[in-house]
């Protein structure tokens, strides 16, 4: 077996990948989020296709098709409730592996953090695909608004406005187009993941203390393969719980009902992982305008690693970066917050404000704080 281990083509890469990586001994529960994303994806491809079986996406029969599938399908109740509330623990644990990424330079290595960013916009988009696909209240107008979207950008996005609704609104053509996406798109993060990881891993994980470890490094199996394991086990009992106990806790009411493009919901609002960008939209008058800084309230982390140019790129030993980073991790906190509240004085102005220091923060403060205390640690 051990000789297999050795000259088996994919038995070496299992090895190599899984076995003895080359991992520093100091790392702690914040490197778990990797794996446990992994984890996700994976419980997300195999309840999937068991829902697509049984889903229709023409809006006449959408709504029921879900209702069918709670109801009448054997263990569908349990696929869907598992799978809609996967994609919440997807999405959190997303933003879970980017806090402590900021905080520990994981952006040191650019094209693993590139590649992860890419990660980032395609799960949000495709987590917001399958919240259209039971085509409720909720899900009907929160099409009608990001489609709408589209139309503020000037040239082709008119003609792929157009595209995506195939007539004048948002109709069964729309929907057929969501879930082309939301079933495909996991496929390719799935890809994506796998190109992720070979880059991590030409590269070797990071450190808390970003030092060369070279000197202190162990094996991954079995130290943090059990680990991993144990967050495995964590995370699987806190979604069966959820799922079998309160299934309903993040749902929205509204969408428990069928949609109706002659009722307007009072208060229209994304899901709580696209609130941030919500609010920063809304902030801006100019629609045009607000569109495109909402598409850039994401790819602003990608200028990070061109910023930080200094050897020591973690903040464990940056006290003023550190205080810059609590900064932002309130004030993201504050524009979710903002993303709920309707559009009124005095939110308008929060959400302003909020939006400015949010670009601020990543464009100015943070590397100005960065290249002042490289000054200082050199007069030293």
């Known amino acids: ?23 520093p001994s ?31 996406s023409d809006i006449a029969t959408a709504f029921s098709s879900v209702a069918h599938i709670c109801r009448d ?5 349990r696929n869907r409730n598992i799978h809609a509330k996967g994609e919440s623990f997807f999405v959190i644990w997303v933003y ?15 094209d693993t953090w590139d590649i992860g960013l890419v990660l980032l916009f395609t799960v949000k988009g495709t987590a917001f695909g399958g919240y259209v696909l039971p085509w409720g209240q909720t899900s009907f107008w929160r099409a009608t608004v990001i489609t709408n979207l589209l139309s503020a950008v000037l040239g082709v996005t008119n003609s792929l406005v157009q595209w995506i609704w195939d007539i004048l609104s948002v109709h069964s053509a729309t929907l057929t187009r969501f879930f082309a996406f939301h079933f495909l798109f996991p496929f390719i993060i799935a890809a994506a993941t796998v190109t992720h ?37 964590a995370l699987l009992i806190a979604l069966t719980s959820l799922a079998l106990s309160t ?13 109706d493009s ?19 939209l809304r902030s801006i008058p100019n629609k045009l305008s ?33 205080l810059l980073f609590w900064a932002l991790i309130a004030n993201v906190s504050i524009l979710t917050w903002i993303g709920r509240m309707p559009v009124e004085h005095p939110f308008i102005v929060f959400g302003q404000f909020s939006s400015f220091l949010y670009f601020i923060l990543f464009l100015v403060l943070s590397p100005l704080a960065a290249r002042l205390q490289d000054k200082v640690v050199i007069s030293i």
């Open 290 to 322: 607000g569109v495109l800084v909402l598409l850039a309230s994401s790819p602003v982390l990608m200028v990070i690693p061109l910023h930080y140019t200094s050897k020591q790129r973690g903040l464990i030993f940056r006290p003023l970066t550190q």
């Open 1 to 23: 077996m051990a000789s297999l281990r050795k000259t088996h083509p994919l038995q070496k890469i299992n090895k190599n990948a899984l076995v003895d990586l080359s991992t």
């Open 73 to 77: 399908v054997n263990y569908g109740w």
């Open 26 to 56: 100091n790392i702690s529960v914040w490197w778990n989020f990797g794996s446990l994303l992994g984890l996700c994806l994976a419980t997300q491809i195999l309840t999937g296709p068991f829902l697509a079986m049984h889903y229709t």
């Open 262 to 280: 002659l009722v307007t919901p009072p208060h229209i609002q994304l899901q709580y992982y696209c609130l941030l960008a919500y609010a920063i």
């Open 197 to 233: 990881l070979l880059f991590l891993h030409e590269t070797h994980s990071n450190s808390p203390l970003r030092l060369n470890s070279h000197p202190y490094q162990i094996s991954f199996h079995p130290y943090f393969a059990y680990h991993d394991l144990l967050g495995f086990a």
């Open 96 to 110: 879970q592996h980017i806090g402590p990424g900021l905080y520990y330079g994981y952006y040191l290595n650019a």
């Open 247 to 259: 299934p309903n806790l993040l749902g929205d009411p509204d969408n428990f009902a069928a949609s």
